[in-house]
């Protein structure tokens, strides 16, 4: 059976032990540099605007506010970690948190069961690129473009271009309305959702399976993954995270409206791909994206105080995305001439995730 190689950048313990403190402190910059900048950033606008920044009510607007990028980001990591895309992060919360307040406005369907439908209708999107990415064999970014589109489309044709409004029962509301220990709700489904995450991906057998077929989907083959199997199901894992993110959208908005929802799609997509640049650097992980997305928060934040217009958010998140995409370039190249690479065994295939997804 052939091996899988683990090229991941992350200094084992061997490599660390003979290092002096000061080697170690520098091996380190490139795994910790986003987390190390994320706190210089905090303490560079909390000294420029002592009075707006470090105060708890901009901590929990950031919270509150980026929650649902956060939950997009989580949902947009688990298929890059197969060396995939899914674009409908973006598209479909346009359409899940319109059929989240149509359900319960316009047809009277009770809220949990109307979030039981969004969500079933998230997991059937996330099947349907599933099978069109591993079964059809179409380009990921395609099939997910493809998708969203439709999507999109459809949530056009369902509002008729119109705002949905209505009374949502105050329960619904609460969804994104409540606050456990001063931390607003939203902030702390993205914490959980996070932690298991993070427990699925680097602690159980199946997240090592996932990261082997983004590494060497071959090869992953070659070792008894089903890499059939897996494609699709992090397709349907990224859906159902979407579509729970529509309906936190949907609770936030209290309206179901076409023109929101697309914004979301660009620092998402941002977030996942800074978090392959730190952590575990050239390899996709939960940890760096909560991290990515974090960044992103504090330096929107800190320039929107500072003045900055409206338009310093899409540029903000556009400059980002292009300089995460050139770091997750650099490591990916940094990680193929890395030596000496590190062998699993087959039975607990591990290996870095393509931090530039493609089929």
Not at 131 to 160: C, H, K, M, P, R
Not at 194 to 211: E, F, K, T
Not at 303 to 314: H, S, T
Request: charged fraction near 10%.
């Amino acid at each position: 059976m052939q091996s899988i190689k683990s090229n991941a950048l992350e200094p084992t313990r061997s490599e660390m032990a003979g290092l002096s403190t000061g080697q170690r402190i520098i091996r380190l910059l490139p795994v910790y540099g986003l987390p190390i900048l994320t706190v210089a950033l905090i303490i560079f606008f909390s000294l420029l605007l002592p009075q707006t920044f470090p105060t708890y009510l901009n901590f929990r607007s950031i919270l509150a506010d980026k929650a649902i990028v956060a939950l997009l980001s989580l949902a947009a990591t688990i298929p890059m970690m197969a060396g995939r895309i899914d674009l409908t992060v973006g598209f479909g919360i346009v359409m899940w948190h319109i059929l989240a307040i149509g359900l319960i406005v316009k047809f009277g369907v009770p809220w949990p069961l109307a979030i039981l439908i969004v969500l079933a209708a998230a997991a059937l999107v996330g099947l349907f690129n599933g099978i069109l990415v591993e079964v059809a064999q179409i380009d990921s970014f395609i099939a997910t473009l493809g998708t969203g589109t439709i999507l999109y489309a459809l949530a056009l044709w369902f509002t008729d271009g119109r705002q949905i409004i209505g009374p949502l029962p105050p329960a619904f509301i609460a969804l994104n309305t409540t606050t456990i220990l001063g931390i607003p709700i939203p902030a702390i489904y993205v914490v959980v959702l996070a932690v298991i995450l993070w427990i699925m991906s680097d602690r159980l057998p199946i997240g090592r399976h996932v990261y082997a077929i983004g590494a060497n989907e071959k090869a992953a083959a070659l070792n008894g993954i089903p890499v059939r199997s897996y494609v699709i199901g992090v397709f349907i894992v990224s859906g159902l995270i979407a579509g729970f993110a529509g309906c936190i959208l949907a609770a936030k908005l209290r309206i179901g409206q076409a023109n929101v929802g697309l914004d979301y799609l660009l620092p998402a997509l941002v977030g996942a791909f800074l978090g392959s640049t730190t952590i575990k650097p050239g390899r996709v992980n939960v940890w760096g994206t909560m991290f990515g997305v974090l960044i992103l928060a504090v330096g929107i934040s800190g320039i929107q105080q500072l003045g900055g217009a409206f338009f310093v958010e899409p540029l903000f998140n556009g400059t980002t995305l292009v300089i995460s995409i050139a770091l997750a370039a650099f490591a990916q190249r940094r990680r193929a001439i890395a030596k000496p690479n590190r062998t699993v065994e087959p039975a607990q295939p591990s290996a870095s995730a393509n931090p530039l997804p493609g089929r």
